[in-house]
T-cell receptor, first 116, second 115 residues
C-alpha cells in the first residue's frame, strides 16, 4: 500500500511563472490536506479537500493560489505568478476519516519549491 | 489564540543518552495531541496520538506524556540512536466540526544525536 505520493519533489521556477504540485493520497483515503513549511518554521495549514470539494481553504492566500481534488487523479496545488516568498516546502497529507481532529494523518515527502 | 510552544528549540545529545522534549499548548477545546518525527528533507511521521484521557503512550523508545490540566506534554527518548536526529513536532488538535484547520503545529525541536 503506497503512501502519500507527491511530485515533483523539487521544483524551480522564475518569478511570474506557474507552479503545479501534485498529491496522490493513500489508497482508500478521500481527505487531502495541504500544508506549507517555510525554512526553520512549523507547518501551516493551507487547504482541506475531499473529492471534488474544497472543505476549508482558510489558510490559503486568496490570490494566486488554488487547489483542486478531482474525481479522478491527484490533488493539485497551483500557484500562479510565483514570487520569491512562495519558496517553501509544500506537504500533502491524507486521512481516511473526515476532519483532522479524528483521523490519523499520513504525510507525503513534500515538494520543495524554489523561486528564483 | 491557539498556540503550541515547544522547547528546547534545539538539542544536542550523545548517542545512548536519554532526553525529554517539552510541549505547552493553549488550544481549546482540546481533542488530541500528536508527536511527529520529521527527518531533514522528509515528511512528518506520526509517533504517538493521545486523547484527553491518556496520560502516557509509548512507541518503542519513544514515550509521550500528557497533562491535560496543565496543558503540557513531553516526549521522552530513551537510549538515543544516531537515527533519532530529526525535528520532533508537537501537534494539537482542536475539537470541532470537520473543518480542515483543526491542527496547530509547534515549531519543533531539532535534535542532534552525536556519536
Amino acid at each position: 500500500n503506497a503512501g502519500v505520493m507527491q511530485n515533483p519533489r523539487h521544483l524551480v521556477r522564475r518569478r511570474g511563472q506557474e507552479a503545479r504540485l501534485r498529491c496522490s493520497p493513500m489508497k482508500g483515503h478521500s481527505h487531502v490536506y495541504w500544508y506549507r513549511q517555510l525554512p526553520e518554521e512549523g507547518l501551516k495549514f493551507m487547504v482541506y479537500l475531499q473529492k471534488e470539494n474544497i472543505i476549508d481553504e482558510s489558510g490559503m492566500p486568496k490570490e494566486r493560489f488554488s487547489a483542486e481534488f478531482p474525481k479522478e487523479g491527484p490533488s493539485i496545488l497551483r500557484i500562479q505568478q510565483v514570487v520569491r516568498g512562495d519558496s517553501a516546502a509544500y506537504f500533502c497529507a491524507s486521512s481516511q476519516l473526515a476532519g483532522q481532529n479524528t483521523g490519523e494523518l499520513f504525510f507525503g515527502e513534500g515538494s520543495r519549491l524554489t523561486v528564483l | 489564540k491557539n498556540q503550541v510552544e515547544q522547547s528546547p528549540q534545539s538539542l544536542i545529545i550523545l548517542e545512548g543518552k536519554n532526553c525529554t522534549l517539552q510541549c505547552n499548548y493553549t488550544v481549546s477545546p482540546f481533542s488530541n495531541l500528536r508527536w511527529y518525527k520529521q527527518d531533514t528533507g522528509r515528511g512528518p511521521v506520526s509517533l504517538t496520538i493521545m486523547t484527553f484521557s491518556e496520560n502516557t503512550k509509548s512507541n518503542g523508545r519513544y514515550t509521550a506524556t500528557l497533562d491535560a490540566d496543565t496543558k503540557q506534554s513531553s516526549l521522552h527518548i530513551t537510549a538515543s540512536q544516531l537515527s533519532d536526529s530529526a525535528s520532533y513536532i508537537c501537534v494539537v488538535s482542536k475539537m470541532n466540526n470537520n473543518a480542515g484547520n483543526m491542527l496547530t503545529f509547534g515549531g519543533g525541536t531539532r535534535l542532534m544525536v552525536k556519536p
